[in-house]
């Protein structure tokens, strides 16, 4: 049966000839058909498959990145197109199990790892199994055992951290530690970063004598970093693995503990002294490290997922270091994980695809060139010293990922806490806000956080 659109273009094409001396090819009639969607047969083009990717809506930088390793899948794969949707980190974590249990679900998405988030979605069977895929591409050797473990493995039951199937692959490390302003620290006549617990604990009180906010810090019961600190004071003390104890649920943890009161009690101390942003409750992370880039403020807790920073900062007058600990021998501590890790929702409609972009993302050349841009890769080089050298990265950037390297090789990460039960993130931040107010004492707080603790373990059995 011929095609009335094609054959009406033919007709056109001959009254061009004869009226204007227009010639039209067939490679002319050929592009019109496709501008009208339409192939060379006249029956519509092929629609591109589109790989529905969501991310979490962080730094700058990442979603830049995130938008060039689109384009280089897409290249890889003609005829798929990706369409990123990202969402704030407090949106992706409370709504994501309502999404994936519905129609509109992504192909491939960021997941929170713990017990909140990643435990839920595997216990409600929203997620796929990428032990198939891991053992297809190879991502066991791109990632040490440990590392896979806590950003991705769950038991099936979503009962049990760090052991069973892999659901999820960082692509990005992400670690906490302690930013400091070189410069303003130059002028306050620090001639080096602190390297105890007492030295910084000096450095913050000489600021606050000479009128400078010794640490930019976020106490909001929502978005702030109390959770942060709490956890590095405690690793500070000489219990570094205290951490991943918890939030493996180990029944012989009390958080009523030695250690943890003493964390808390530096904390409150902190505040006590002023050495916190004036008013920090009331800040959340972001308003509180934008204060720490423009220049106010000598210290700030943050993570490397900052980096790389804008352009419009100065790069150069900053560094971020390990937190300090009581031993100036003690090994480096942080809170250090992969980023948010990728998976597959159980109802993706193209999981092999989906497979695919995440072994891009989490592949060696990406990783490399994440390097190079300044950001903190999962998978570091053998050579770490000379990719740095040979990118040219200095500044903030190179400290960090030189940090996170010797966390991971020498050092004890621990996990994030509030993995460590689906209503822990609440407890540890409104009841910081609490205690560095002065409305509960550091006993009563860390009875609180025993209290959701013991309840979630109980529920567990």
Do not use: C
């Not at 094609?6 to 039209?24: E, H, M």
């Not at 503990?257 to 808390?264: G, L």
């Not at 409609?349 to 891009?360: F, P, T």
């Not at 956080?449 to 529920?459: G, K, M, N, P």
């Amino acid at each position: 049966m011929s095609n009335p659109l094609r054959t009406s273009l033919y007709i056109i094409s001959r009254q061009l000839d004869r009226a204007a001396g227009v010639k039209l090819s067939k490679i002319s009639i050929a592009s019109i058909l496709l501008a009208l969607g339409l192939g060379a047969t006249g029956a519509p083009a092929e629609e591109a498959t589109v790989l529905v990717v969501q991310a979490q809506a962080e730094s700058g930088p990442f979603i830049e990145w995130t938008d060039h390793v689109n384009k280089e899948f897409e290249a890889a794969h003609p005829g798929v197109k990706i369409r990123l949707q990202t969402k704030s980190f407090s949106d992706l974590t409370r709504t994501l199990k309502l999404q994936l249990s519905g129609d509109k679900v992504p192909d491939v998405t960021q997941v929170n790892q713990g017990y909140a988030s990643m435990g839920a979605l595997v216990k409600a069977n929203l997620l796929q199994d990428l032990s198939p895929y891991a053992d297809k591409f190879g991502w066991g050797s791109r990632q040490a055992n440990a590392q896979l473990a806590v950003n991705g493995r769950f038991s099936s039951d979503g009962r049990t951290f760090a052991e069973g199937p892999l659901y999820g692959m960082s692509a990005t490390g992400a670690w906490v530690g302690l930013w400091m302003n070189k410069k303003l620290g130059q002028q306050l006549g620090f001639t080096s970063p602190p390297s105890t617990l007492a030295e910084l604990e000096h450095d913050m009180q000489i600021a606050k004598e000479k009128g400078v906010v010794p640490m930019q810090f976020s106490g909001d019961s929502a978005d702030g970093q109390s959770h942060y600190l709490l956890t590095l004071l405690v690793q500070s003390q000489g219990h570094p693995d205290l951490i991943l104890d918890i939030v493996k649920g180990n029944k012989d943890i009390s958080l009523t503990s030695a250690p943890v009161v003493k964390a808390a009690s530096t904390l409150r101390e902190w505040a006590e002294k002023g050495y916190f942003t004036p008013n920090w409750v009331a800040y959340k992370g972001d308003e509180a490290f934008d204060k720490f880039l423009g220049g106010d403020g000598l210290f700030a807790i943050n993570g490397s997922w900052r980096l790389p920073l804008p352009e419009k900062t100065r790069a150069q007058d900053f560094t971020m270091l390990t937190f300090p600990s009581v031993d100036p021998n003690a090994k480096p501590i942080a809170i250090a994980t992969g980023n948010l890790p990728w998976s597959i929702p159980t109802k993706s409609a193209h999981k092999d695809l989906a497979a695919e972009y995440i072994d891009l993302w989490t592949s060696v050349d990406i990783a490399d060139r994440w390097i190079a841009k300044g950001g903190v890769p999962v998978t570091l080089p053998v050579n770490i010293e000379a990719a740095l050298d040979a990118a040219k990265l200095e500044g903030p950037s190179r400290d960090a990922i030189l940090g996170w390297s010797k966390v991971l090789n020498g050092g004890t990460p621990a996990p994030y806490p509030d993995w460590a039960t689906p209503t822990f993130l609440n407890a540890l931040l409104s009841g910081a806000a609490e205690l560095g107010t002065g409305r509960i004492t550091a006993e009563q707080y860390t009875q609180l956080l025993q209290d959701d603790y013991a309840a979630f373990q109980s529920d567990k059995e």
